[in-house]
């Protein structure tokens, strides 16, 4: 998407000051700087927080430090008089008591690794569907009538039919999206509701030498979701290396490694129907698990009824069982920097406040938990807000903003650059406010990648701002691109740019004082072009 011109946007009739710096916004500011932030992240992103993981003892240290620092900028505590949102989670964590390929007993982390949800289960079959890649192109359908539903099946789980270097699907030596979108071929065959998937891809066998058993999948729990709040379906999916599905093809002659050169060398699908025993028991063992949102407050003035929200994960991964000698995922970057952006943001404008120059419309400051595991966090409070959601003009969410991505590291804006998602998806209001906030005071390179309804990564559907804008509220994410070290213990506070980290935060802060204090909210006036789901 290319960035439109300032003046482009006021040829249009958009309604904005022209290109000055507003004294009061430079002023305040200033509060969002480097000792600033590097005295939040060094406490939230130390080996002491142990990770910052959802429903361990250093997330809670963490969400009472957000608390504290709360209080001391004399943030209103809007939970009942309290900083803490109670977000009820249920950790489910689903046991294989057997699981048997022609008579072979496979062992969990030794065979196989195992993705499920829903109730116990037993399946057993004497047969297993062989669907190719799972792929339903118009020009290439491995489930062309074919009725999977109740079937155990199997699948090619890593790329698309290439014969001589020309793909089936795109005809062209360029992959299409059934391969780069991790997600689109498994939703696909989970359509068809089989009662089994068994994934086959060389990259499991690296994944079961790294195995380490988790403590289970963490979910809101049910009871208090709304009854009409959609569920997850309940396909176990089985992820096993071409190895292990020989085993399962071993009573028909087949292997597997000759299935798959069929379709790659016709071009064409060789689904079939083949003899196989397959016998799998499995089923969840639940406990409660308690973690939190963390909330502060400040209140506008004559439009105080409305509410912009600045939002961060305060949580990560915790640590990792195997590896080196360092475990501790510190989360430095992810979302560290985030969390220490919006505790900047919020003494800019509690500052702000107290000399008399607070915001026309209301603040709340949503330092999220479980995005980790879901967008836990961010999706209670969607179905359970504090402030009502119509009242909800925009959130700005950050989720890392203090490195240097992949893509940037030659480059020549690498220390004056963010990705932003989702500015225009709702809103043009939006997204030309965003725009002038860049134009007027920082001057950063923006860059729109990411925003791409085909783009692979899906970064729209990743962190805590989807489960606002799923509401139809308009939102801004603001992200510097994944690096080497994401989801690593090696993700340090010591590679953290903190003038960078403080320049993205300070482009969130003025896009939020043009919100706040404009007169008129804006206009959700876009029909979203991103797909309706993740």
């Given at each position: 998407m290319?960035?439109?011109?300032l003046?482009a946007?006021?040829?249009?009739?958009?309604?904005?000051p022209a290109?000055a710096?507003?004294?009061?916004?430079?002023?305040y500011?200033?509060?969002?700087?480097?000792k600033?932030a590097?005295?939040h992240?060094?406490?939230?992103?130390s080996?002491?927080f142990?990770?910052?993981?959802?429903?361990k003892h250093?997330?809670?240290m963490?969400a009472?430090?957000?608390?504290?620092e709360?209080?001391?900028?004399?943030?209103q505590?809007?939970?009942?008089?309290?900083y803490?949102q109670?977000?009820?989670l249920i950790?489910?964590?689903?046991?294989v008591?057997?699981?048997?390929a022609?008579?072979k007993?496979?062992?969990?982390?030794?065979?196989?690794?195992?993705s499920g949800?829903?109730?116990?289960?037993?399946?057993s079959?004497?047969?297993?569907v062989f669907?190719g890649?799972?792929?339903g192109?118009?020009?290439?359908d491995?489930?062309?009538n074919?009725?999977?539903?109740?079937?155990?099946?199997?699948?090619i789980?890593?790329?698309?039919?290439?014969?001589?270097g020309?793909s089936?699907?795109?005809k062209?030596?360029?992959a299409s999206?059934w391969?780069?979108?991790?997600?689109?071929r498994?939703?696909y065959v989970?359509?068809?509701d089989?009662?089994l998937?068994?994934a086959?891809?060389?990259?499991?066998t690296k994944?079961?030498k790294?195995?380490?058993?988790s403590g289970?999948r963490?979910s809101?729990?049910?009871?208090d979701?709304?009854?009409t709040?959609?569920?997850?379906g309940?396909?176990?999916?089985?992820?096993?290396t071409?190895e292990?599905a020989?085993?399962f093809?071993?009573?028909?002659g087949k292997?597997y490694?000759a299935?798959k050169?069929?379709i790659?060398?016709?071009?064409t699908?060789?689904?079939?129907t083949?003899?196989a025993d397959?016998?799998?028991n499995?089923g969840?063992?639940?406990k409660?698990?308690?973690?939190?949102?963390v909330l502060?407050?400040?209140?506008g003035?004559?439009?105080k009824?409305?509410l912009?929200?600045?939002?961060?994960h305060y949580?990560?991964?915790g640590?990792?069982?195997?590896?080196?000698?360092d475990?501790?995922?510190n989360?430095?970057?992810?979302?560290?920097s985030g969390t220490?952006?919006?505790l900047?943001i919020?003494?800019?404008y509690?500052?702000?406040?107290?000399s008399?120059n607070?915001?026309r419309?209301?603040?709340?400051?949503l330092?999220?938990?479980?995005?980790?595991k879901g967008?836990?966090?961010s999706?209670y409070?969607?179905?359970n807000?504090?402030f009502?959601?119509?009242?909800?003009?925009?959130?700005?969410?950050?989720?890392?903003?203090?490195?240097?991505?992949?893509e940037?590291?030659?480059s020549a804006?690498?220390?004056?650059y963010c990705?932003?998602?989702?500015?225009?998806k709702?809103?043009t209001?939006?997204?030309?406010i965003s725009?002038?906030?860049?134009?007027?005071?920082?001057?950063?390179?923006?860059?729109?990648?990411?925003?791409d309804?085909?783009?692979?990564?899906r970064?729209y559907?990743?962190?805590?701002h989807?489960n606002?804008?799923?509401?139809n509220?308009p939102?801004?994410f603001?992200?510097?691109?994944?690096?080497e070290?994401?989801?690593?213990?090696?993700?340090e506070?010591?590679k953290i740019?903190?003038?960078?980290?403080?320049k993205r935060a300070?482009l969130?802060?003025y896009t939020?004082w043009d919100?706040?204090n404009?007169?008129k909210?804006?206009?959700?006036?876009?029909?979203?072009d991103?797909?309706?789901?993740?």
């Amino acid at each position: 998407m290319k960035k439109q011109s300032l003046w482009a946007l006021l040829i249009l009739g958009f309604s904005l000051p022209a290109i000055a710096q507003d004294p009061n916004a430079e002023k305040y500011a200033a509060q969002i700087s480097l000792k600033q932030a590097k005295k939040h992240l060094n406490i939230l992103a130390s080996d002491k927080f142990e990770g910052r993981e959802t429903g361990k003892h250093g997330a809670e240290m963490a969400a009472e430090y957000i608390a504290t620092e709360f209080k001391k900028l004399k943030l209103q505590a809007p939970v009942n008089g309290s900083y803490f949102q109670e977000v009820p989670l249920i950790e489910t964590k689903f046991e294989v008591s057997s699981f048997t390929a022609n008579d072979k007993a496979l062992t969990i982390g030794k065979d196989f690794l195992f993705s499920g949800n829903g109730d116990a289960k037993k399946i057993s079959a004497n047969e297993i569907v062989f669907i190719g890649y799972g792929i339903g192109a118009d020009n290439y359908d491995d489930l062309k009538n074919i009725n999977i539903s109740g079937k155990v099946v199997l699948m090619i789980n890593k790329g698309e039919p290439m014969s001589n270097g020309i793909s089936a699907i795109s005809k062209t030596s360029a992959a299409s999206d059934w391969s780069t979108n991790r997600f689109k071929r498994l939703q696909y065959v989970m359509s068809k509701d089989p009662s089994l998937i068994l994934a086959v891809s060389p990259d499991v066998t690296k994944a079961l030498k790294s195995y380490s058993p988790s403590g289970g999948r963490l979910s809101i729990k049910k009871a208090d979701l709304p009854v009409t709040a959609p569920r997850s379906g309940a396909i176990a999916q089985i992820n096993i290396t071409p190895e292990i599905a020989d085993q399962f093809l071993k009573k028909s002659g087949k292997t597997y490694e000759a299935l798959k050169s069929a379709i790659d060398n016709s071009g064409t699908p060789q689904s079939q129907t083949l003899p196989a025993d397959v016998s799998i028991n499995y089923g969840p063992v639940k406990k409660d698990v308690k973690s939190v949102n963390v909330l502060g407050y400040l209140e506008g003035t004559d439009l105080k009824d409305e509410l912009v929200v600045f939002s961060a994960h305060y949580d990560h991964v915790g640590i990792t069982e195997n590896g080196g000698t360092d475990k501790i995922n510190n989360g430095a970057d992810d979302d560290g920097s985030g969390t220490t952006g919006v505790l900047t943001i919020a003494k800019a404008y509690a500052k702000a406040k107290k000399s008399g120059n607070g915001p026309r419309r209301s603040i709340l400051f949503l330092l999220v938990t479980g995005e980790e595991k879901g967008l836990l966090g961010s999706e209670y409070y969607s179905l359970n807000p504090i402030f009502p959601l119509a009242n909800t003009v925009t959130n700005l969410n950050i989720d890392m903003i203090g490195r240097t991505g992949e893509e940037y590291k030659n480059s020549a804006d690498s220390v004056n650059y963010c990705y932003l998602i989702g500015s225009d998806k709702l809103s043009t209001d939006l997204h030309k406010i965003s725009e002038h906030a860049n134009a007027t005071y920082t001057k950063m390179k923006i860059d729109y990648k990411y925003n791409d309804p085909k783009d692979p990564e899906r970064i729209y559907y990743r962190s805590d701002h989807y489960n606002f804008a799923k509401h139809n509220i308009p939102i801004i994410f603001y992200f510097n691109g994944v690096h080497e070290d994401y989801h690593k213990p090696s993700d340090e506070v010591s590679k953290i740019n903190f003038k960078l980290l403080a320049k993205r935060a300070q482009l969130v802060y003025y896009t939020g004082w043009d919100l706040l204090n404009r007169d008129k909210r804006p206009v959700v006036d876009v029909k979203n072009d991103m797909p309706a789901s993740r």
